[in-house]
DNA sequence: GGATTTGGTTATCAAATGATAAGTAAATGG
DNA sequence: CCATTTACTTATCATTTGATAACCAAATCC
């Protein structure tokens, strides 16, 4: 395998995700919520619930601007904190019922404009195109570290 | 197929190949470009040459904001405009040599960190995350329109 | 050939973001 | 038990970004 076909690919591939993902969330965003509000919510939906400081280093963002951030989104009552019983210098971060009502909207929106580049696909494609998302995210895309 | 299960899959997995990118791509900018400017400097590096309404479109900033980042990218010999001779109006956008030396380093960077990441890949795992990639890039995250 | 549209520019303003300094309180580690 | 580290906060500032209005010149459209 040619390195260089592997790595041209991997740089269009992203930057074709990047695109996609910015052109499918266009004007999804909830009134008043800033693009990275936006993405900090995205990151609590699927990581709930989290610390400030898994938000900072995952979002890379300095503690000082994630403590702004979340604070504002606890102010519009999107998420809240609450402290770690075995570690009171802790505290998670969770969504609120209209949080999650939110987020569940926004990501409603996002699949129906997926599903528009989707619907003439057959089954077996669905199928495939499935087992592709699980081989790169397990081998390529994965965030654990 | 569980429609739910694939629109999940889907924003799991955009919001993985984003946040990767983010880590991949931290550090390496060069010397005084904005995250916006990089991100321009990538679309141009990889569809050159192009308008400034194609990179307004496709990077969903409007003309004047366009503009005013594409003159400062000129204004660092990273890019330079021409004019298409078949309509006085236009004007192209490419990469300068520095440009493509510049942009050539990041590319390169990027590369090497996804190294690390499938180092212990066989070329069998190899053929099958290209053949992923081309899978979800031609029928789920194409950006022509 | 005059009105409209297209492609781009300049200027200006407000808001969002990033970075830094300085502080608190709780945990941890000799 | 004192020093250090961790988790987070508050305040402040500069820069970046987004949005708007007003403009020019070339192309096109009746």
Redesign the pocket.
């Known amino acids: 395998m040619d390195e260089n076909t592997l790595f041209d690919k991997l740089i269009a591939f992203t930057a074709a995700v990047h695109q996609v993902k910015h052109e499918m969330t266009q004007g999804i965003k909830p009134e008043g919520i ?4 936006y993405s900090m919510l995205e990151y609590i939906a699927v990581s709930q619930p989290v ?4 938000i ?1 280093d995952c979002q890379q ?11 504002k989104l606890c102010d519009k009552q999107l998420c809240e ?1 609450y402290d770690d019983p ?7 971060v969770r969504l609120t019922g209209e949080g999650e009502r939110v987020m569940k909207e926004a990501f409603g929106h996002v699949g129906a404009r997926f599903l528009t580049r989707l619907q003439n696909a057959s089954e077996q494609d669905l199928q495939e195109i499935v087992h592709a998302m699980d081989v790169l995210h397990s081998r390529v895309f994965y965030t654990d570290k």
Chains 1, 2 share one sequence.
Do not use: A, F, G
Not at 34 to 37: H, K
Not at 51 to 54: I, M, N, Y
Not at 62 to 71: C, D, L
């Open positions: 800033t693009p990275v509000q610390t400030l400081s898994k900072s963002m300095s503690m000082p601007n994630t403590s702004r951030e979340i604070k904190k075995s570690d009171r210098r802790k505290q998670y």
